[in-house]
Every structure is written in C-alpha cells, then in structure tokens.
C-alpha cells in the first residue's frame, strides 16, 4: 500500500492471503501480520489454520 510507505505502523498492517486447502482444495483467505495468522479459518470441510501459527508453505497440487 503506497499509503503506508515509510510509515512505522506498516508492520502492524494486516495483510489478506490466499492458500488451497490441503485437505479439499477450496481457497481459504486469511489474515496476516508479521508471518504470522491472526485469526482462526475454518474451511468447509473441517480443516482449520490456527491464529498464532507460522503462515504454512504452499504445497505443489499435483495436475
């Protein structure tokens, strides 16, 4: 965000990401800030990103 530049907030800032689910596919959006989730996600299928955690690596979907 070109608002943000230079400010010292702009660490704060939350930023949305998207990821596969690993268990059903579906595109989940979260929120980050610092690396980290900031709140828990729940996708359809029961899977859950916890808020806290290390955002995890992509895993490569095989075609």
């Known amino acids: 965000m070109a608002v ?3 400010c010292e907030g702009n660490a704060k800032t939350w930023v949305l990401e998207e990821m596969d689910c ?7 959006e979260y929120y980050t800030s610092r690396g980290r989730i900031v709140e828990d996600v729940t ?3 029961g899977y859950v990103l916890k ?3 290390p955002i995890p690596m992509p895993t490569k979907r095989e075609e």
Request: glycine share 12%; net charge negative.
């Open 43 to 45: 996708c359809d299928c």
């Open 51 to 53: 808020a806290q955690e």
């Open 22 to 28: 690993p268990q059903c596919g579906k595109v989940l």
């Open 4 to 6: 943000f530049d230079g």
